[in-house]
């Protein structure tokens, strides 16, 4: 929208007049980093910045005691706005006043927000680099796990067209994009509301069959929703990169039922084995929960030895945090902070050990590298084999022999070294 109100797009703050920011309402964490990127962005107000922009989930929830508490921000924009975000942007800045508009009235627990018009989607700008861009397919979520505000936030899940979708897939391969990424706060959900059954697998096929793109990675599918029909797509379709992202959350069946997950701990297990009986190769990633309301000793040991048999290539792991207006946050035997974060570093010691012994197998074997950078000193060229999807996992770094013409390139590797996370490689000639 900036773009077509022909503003400049700068990627240093030190440089802009507006500053808009994105922001999280979904856990602490999250909404901590949000506050404290306002108040970072804010001091740019002492120099160049003349505006300062905030929207996001954590408007939509806080948006009254962010205007008390932040008079830093000249503008805050919830996402049932969206419909009118430049024509609310634009009075301001034409106004140079503070917006004075009347508070809509609280919203509905399940009040459906708009998906940005098809043209929105088509004229957006990339910022994430030559090589890869997140594609999304849905908003909202529609399975109202207990401690979870998204759909108190954004709504119930809502599909997009498969038609806009590929057009835009094909907009971004004719834009030199090499990997698409396909996310949605439940990817296993599309198309359910518009064409009343699960449609992930034949769009994937579809957007397999676009000139240009030879990686699509789908993040966030839901354990219940992995069909055998989905791991034949995967299994069968060379483009569809065999990462499955899977957020189990807990494997105590006591809990996953009070967390209102559709799954339980014999189901995950056999998921798990059908996708490595199948795709043996498979990356597997998933999240995990500590420190729930009611979880006991018995139930985290229990993690922990799943955690040990399951043998995740990745893993992410949260504190639970408690959310205003979720059914968790009333729940009774709330786990005390120090015991969350005990339980938090014994989890992460343990997957890193794991993921040390898993790559360390794989070193003198050959990968595919999507090289996306050079290091600072030139000494390596930075990038990602299939196993490893940007800002959440590891990279490789491959030893620069005067190959910087690999750059935004494919190449192929022999890993020599294991960096914590990180791997180490030398290109095959």
């Given amino acids: 929208m900036f773009k077509n109100h022909e503003f400049k797009i700068v990627k240093d703050a030190k440089l802009a007049d507006i500053l808009v920011i994105n922001t999280c309402g979904f856990i602490d964490s999250a909404k901590e980093e949000a506050i404290n990127t306002i108040l970072e962005m ?20 806080y948006k009254e005691e962010l205007q008390k508490a932040l008079p830093e921000v000249d503008l805050f924009i919830k996402l049932e706005e969206y419909d009118k975000l430049w024509e609310k942007i634009e009075k301001y800045l034409n106004t140079k006043m503070e917006e004075k508009m009347p508070e809509t009235k609280k919203q509905e627990k399940l009040k459906v927000l708009p998906i940005p018009n098809f043209q929105e989607f ?16 849905g908003e909202g979520c529609s399975n109202f796990c207990t401690y979870c505000a998204i759909p108190y936030i954004r709504g119930p899940f809502v599909s997009r067209k498969k038609e806009e979708i590929i057009e835009e897939a094909k907009m ?7 990997e698409l990424i396909i996310i949605a706060q439940d990817t296993t959900k599309y198309g359910i509301d518009l064409y009343k059954k699960p449609g992930l697998p034949n769009l994937l096929e579809e ?6 793109i ?92 799943f955690i040990e048999l399951a043998k995740f290539d990745n ?10 207006g979720t059914p968790a946050a009333s729940f009774k035997n709330q786990i005390h902070g120090n015991t969350k974060k005990s339980r938090y570093n014994k989890l992460m010691q343990k997957q890193q050990e794991i993921v040390r012994k898993k790559l360390e197998e794989q070193i003198q074997k050959q990968d595919t590298v999507l090289v996306e950078d050079i290091s600072f000193d030139s000494k390596f060229l930075i990038g990602r084999t299939k196993n490893q999807a940007p800002d959440i996992d590891g990279i490789t770094y491959i030893i620069n022999e005067n190959n910087e013409n690999c750059i935004n390139n494919f190449v192929d590797v022999k890993i020599t070294k294991v960096l914590d996370y990180d791997v180490q490689a030398q290109i095959i000639k």
Wanted: with cysteine; hydrophobic share 35%; glycine share 6%.
């Fill in 122 to 137: 088509m004229q957006r700008v990339i910022t994430t680099g030559k090589n890869y861009a997140y594609l999304k397919i």
């Fill in 207 to 212: 957007i397999s069959k676009i000139n240009g």
């Fill in 172 to 178: 971004l391969a004719e834009k030199g994009i090499k």
């Fill in 214 to 305: 030879e990686w699509i990675r789908f993040l966030y599918s839901y354990p219940e929703g992995i069909s055998k029909e989905l791991i034949e797509t995967v299994k069968n379709n060379k483009k569809i990169l065999p990462y499955f992202d899977i957020p189990i959350q807990h494997i105590s069946n006591k809990l996953l039922k009070k967390m209102n997950r559709k799954t339980s701990k014999e189901e995950i297990i056999n998921l798990i084995k059908e996708i490595r009986k199948n795709i043996p190769n498979a990356t597997l990633r998933t999240s995990i929960i500590v420190g729930f309301p009611g979880e006991t000793n018995e139930d985290f040991e229990e993690l922990m030895d």
């Fill in 42 to 61: 804010a001091e740019y107000k002492k120099k160049r910045c003349k505006y300062l922009i905030v929207m996001g989930c954590l408007v939509q929830r």
């Fill in 315 to 324: 893993l992410g792991a949260f504190m639970y945090s408690k959310e205003e």
